[in-house]
């Protein structure tokens, strides 16, 4: 049966929905701006193989939503969107779709603000860029905002990891404390190295065999088996490879009073974020301790719009609140009952006049 996307559980009063079907190059997009309140519509375009249709327009209207959320909470000038472009099973891209999308981004005028995601790279960016000013995380010269946003976003998860520590251990230095990281990538992979600097004991997993042993050698930690991870009896469990982790059976497994990390989307439903209270355990909403690429890769695009430059220092700046905005979430939390999850919802919901 076919359903109106607006009758989506996913449809939130998304301010735009657009499919571009661009029978020259084969493009088959979807923009999806859920918010503009704060300023132009900001997120990543997903290149992704969808085995329905529906369910790329569920992908749109969900991440579009979440954005409007993160950028709001890292106190951005930006709303939320985002694009998904459906590929076919070989998931062949070519420079005809690229630049596709591109005048498709262009034709908004600006109202939303694309970047990279799953499926995509860097170079693709570049690609977009040549058709429209509308793109963020594009290559900048060392010293200044942009580029990959991967060490922003371990910096943030990284302060935010102390910040949980001081508040649920009353511990204010990582010295011993014992993180068990899960995905040792881009983010966990600096988020460990910044841990094992402060004498961090540090239990790593991953399932590439040869990058987790490589650095758990460079850092003395210990690793186990990805499948054993989030049984480890440590003082956080940091997620940073998988979404949905944190279904009835992964909280149940927990050996750990904090779950802090950089992984999307990790409460499997909404429901989640009471389990885990229910076990005690301090959650920090992942879409506000992950914000440093974001808030990266925002600020070299509102710089670069204004004919203005934007160092890293002012990237750090930002990236520093983070820690203080988890603190209040925490709190706020406490006094009303509500879950960490719940509280950074209500405020971001706020903040953009929802
Ligand atoms: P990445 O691909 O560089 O690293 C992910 C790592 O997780 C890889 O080493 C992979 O082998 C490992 N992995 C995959 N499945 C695993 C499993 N079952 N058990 C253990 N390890 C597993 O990706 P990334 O950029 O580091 O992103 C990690 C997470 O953080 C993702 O959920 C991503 O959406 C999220 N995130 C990333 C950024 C960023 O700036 N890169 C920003 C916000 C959120």
Excluded at 244 to 263: E, K
Aim: charged fraction near 20%; proline fraction near 5%.
């Amino acid at each position: 049966m076919m359903t109106a996307f607006w009758t989506e559980p996913d449809f939130d009063d998304h301010e735009l929905v657009e499919v571009i079907r661009d029978r020259a190059s084969g493009l088959t997009a979807i923009i999806a701006i859920h918010s503009t309140h704060l300023g132009p519509a900001g997120g990543g375009a997903r290149f992704w193989h969808y085995a329905e249709p529906a369910d790329a327009m569920r992908d749109a209207l969900r991440l579009s939503r979440g954005m409007s959320y993160k950028n709001a909470m890292a106190g951005l000038p930006a709303g939320g969107g985002k694009a998904v472009i459906l590929a076919d099973v070989a998931r062949s891209k070519t420079p005809e779709m690229l630049s596709a999308f591109g005048d498709a981004i262009e034709a908004l005028g600006g109202r939303y603000v694309t970047a990279e995601d799953v499926g995509m790279a860097e170079a693709d960016m570049a690609a977009i860029a040549r058709r429209t000013d509308h793109v963020s995380g594009l290559p900048v010269e060392n010293g200044s905002a942009g580029g990959d946003p991967g060490p922003f976003t371990a910096m943030g998860i990284y302060l935010g990891i102390k910040a949980a520590v001081a508040h649920r251990l009353g511990r204010d230095s990582m010295d011993g404390v014992h993180v068990a990281v899960q995905g040792v990538g881009s983010v966990g992979g600096g988020v460990s190295r910044l841990l094992a600097r402060d004498g961090a004991r540090l239990t790593l997993a991953d399932i590439d065999g040869p990058r987790v042993g490589a650095l758990a050698e460079q850092l003395g930690a210990a690793t186990v088996d990805p499948s054993r991870i989030m049984e480890v009896e440590c003082d956080v469990f940091s997620p940073n490879a998988l979404g949905a982790i944190l279904d009835d059976a992964g909280i149940a497994r927990l050996n750990a009073p904090i779950v802090a990390g950089g992984a999307n989307n990790q409460l499997a439903r909404p429901e989640h974020g009471l389990a885990l209270a229910g076990r005690g355990i301090l959650y920090a909403p992942d879409y506000v301790i992950n914000a440093g690429g974001i808030i990266n890769v925002t600020l070299e695009y509102v710089a670069r719009r204004n004919g203005e430059h934007c160092g890293v220092d002012e990237v750090h700046s930002r990236i520093a609140q983070i820690p203080g905005r988890l603190t209040r979430i925490w709190r706020e939390s406490e006094e009303s009952g509500l879950t960490p999850d719940m509280v950074a919802d209500r405020m971001a919901q706020a903040s953009i006049g929802r």
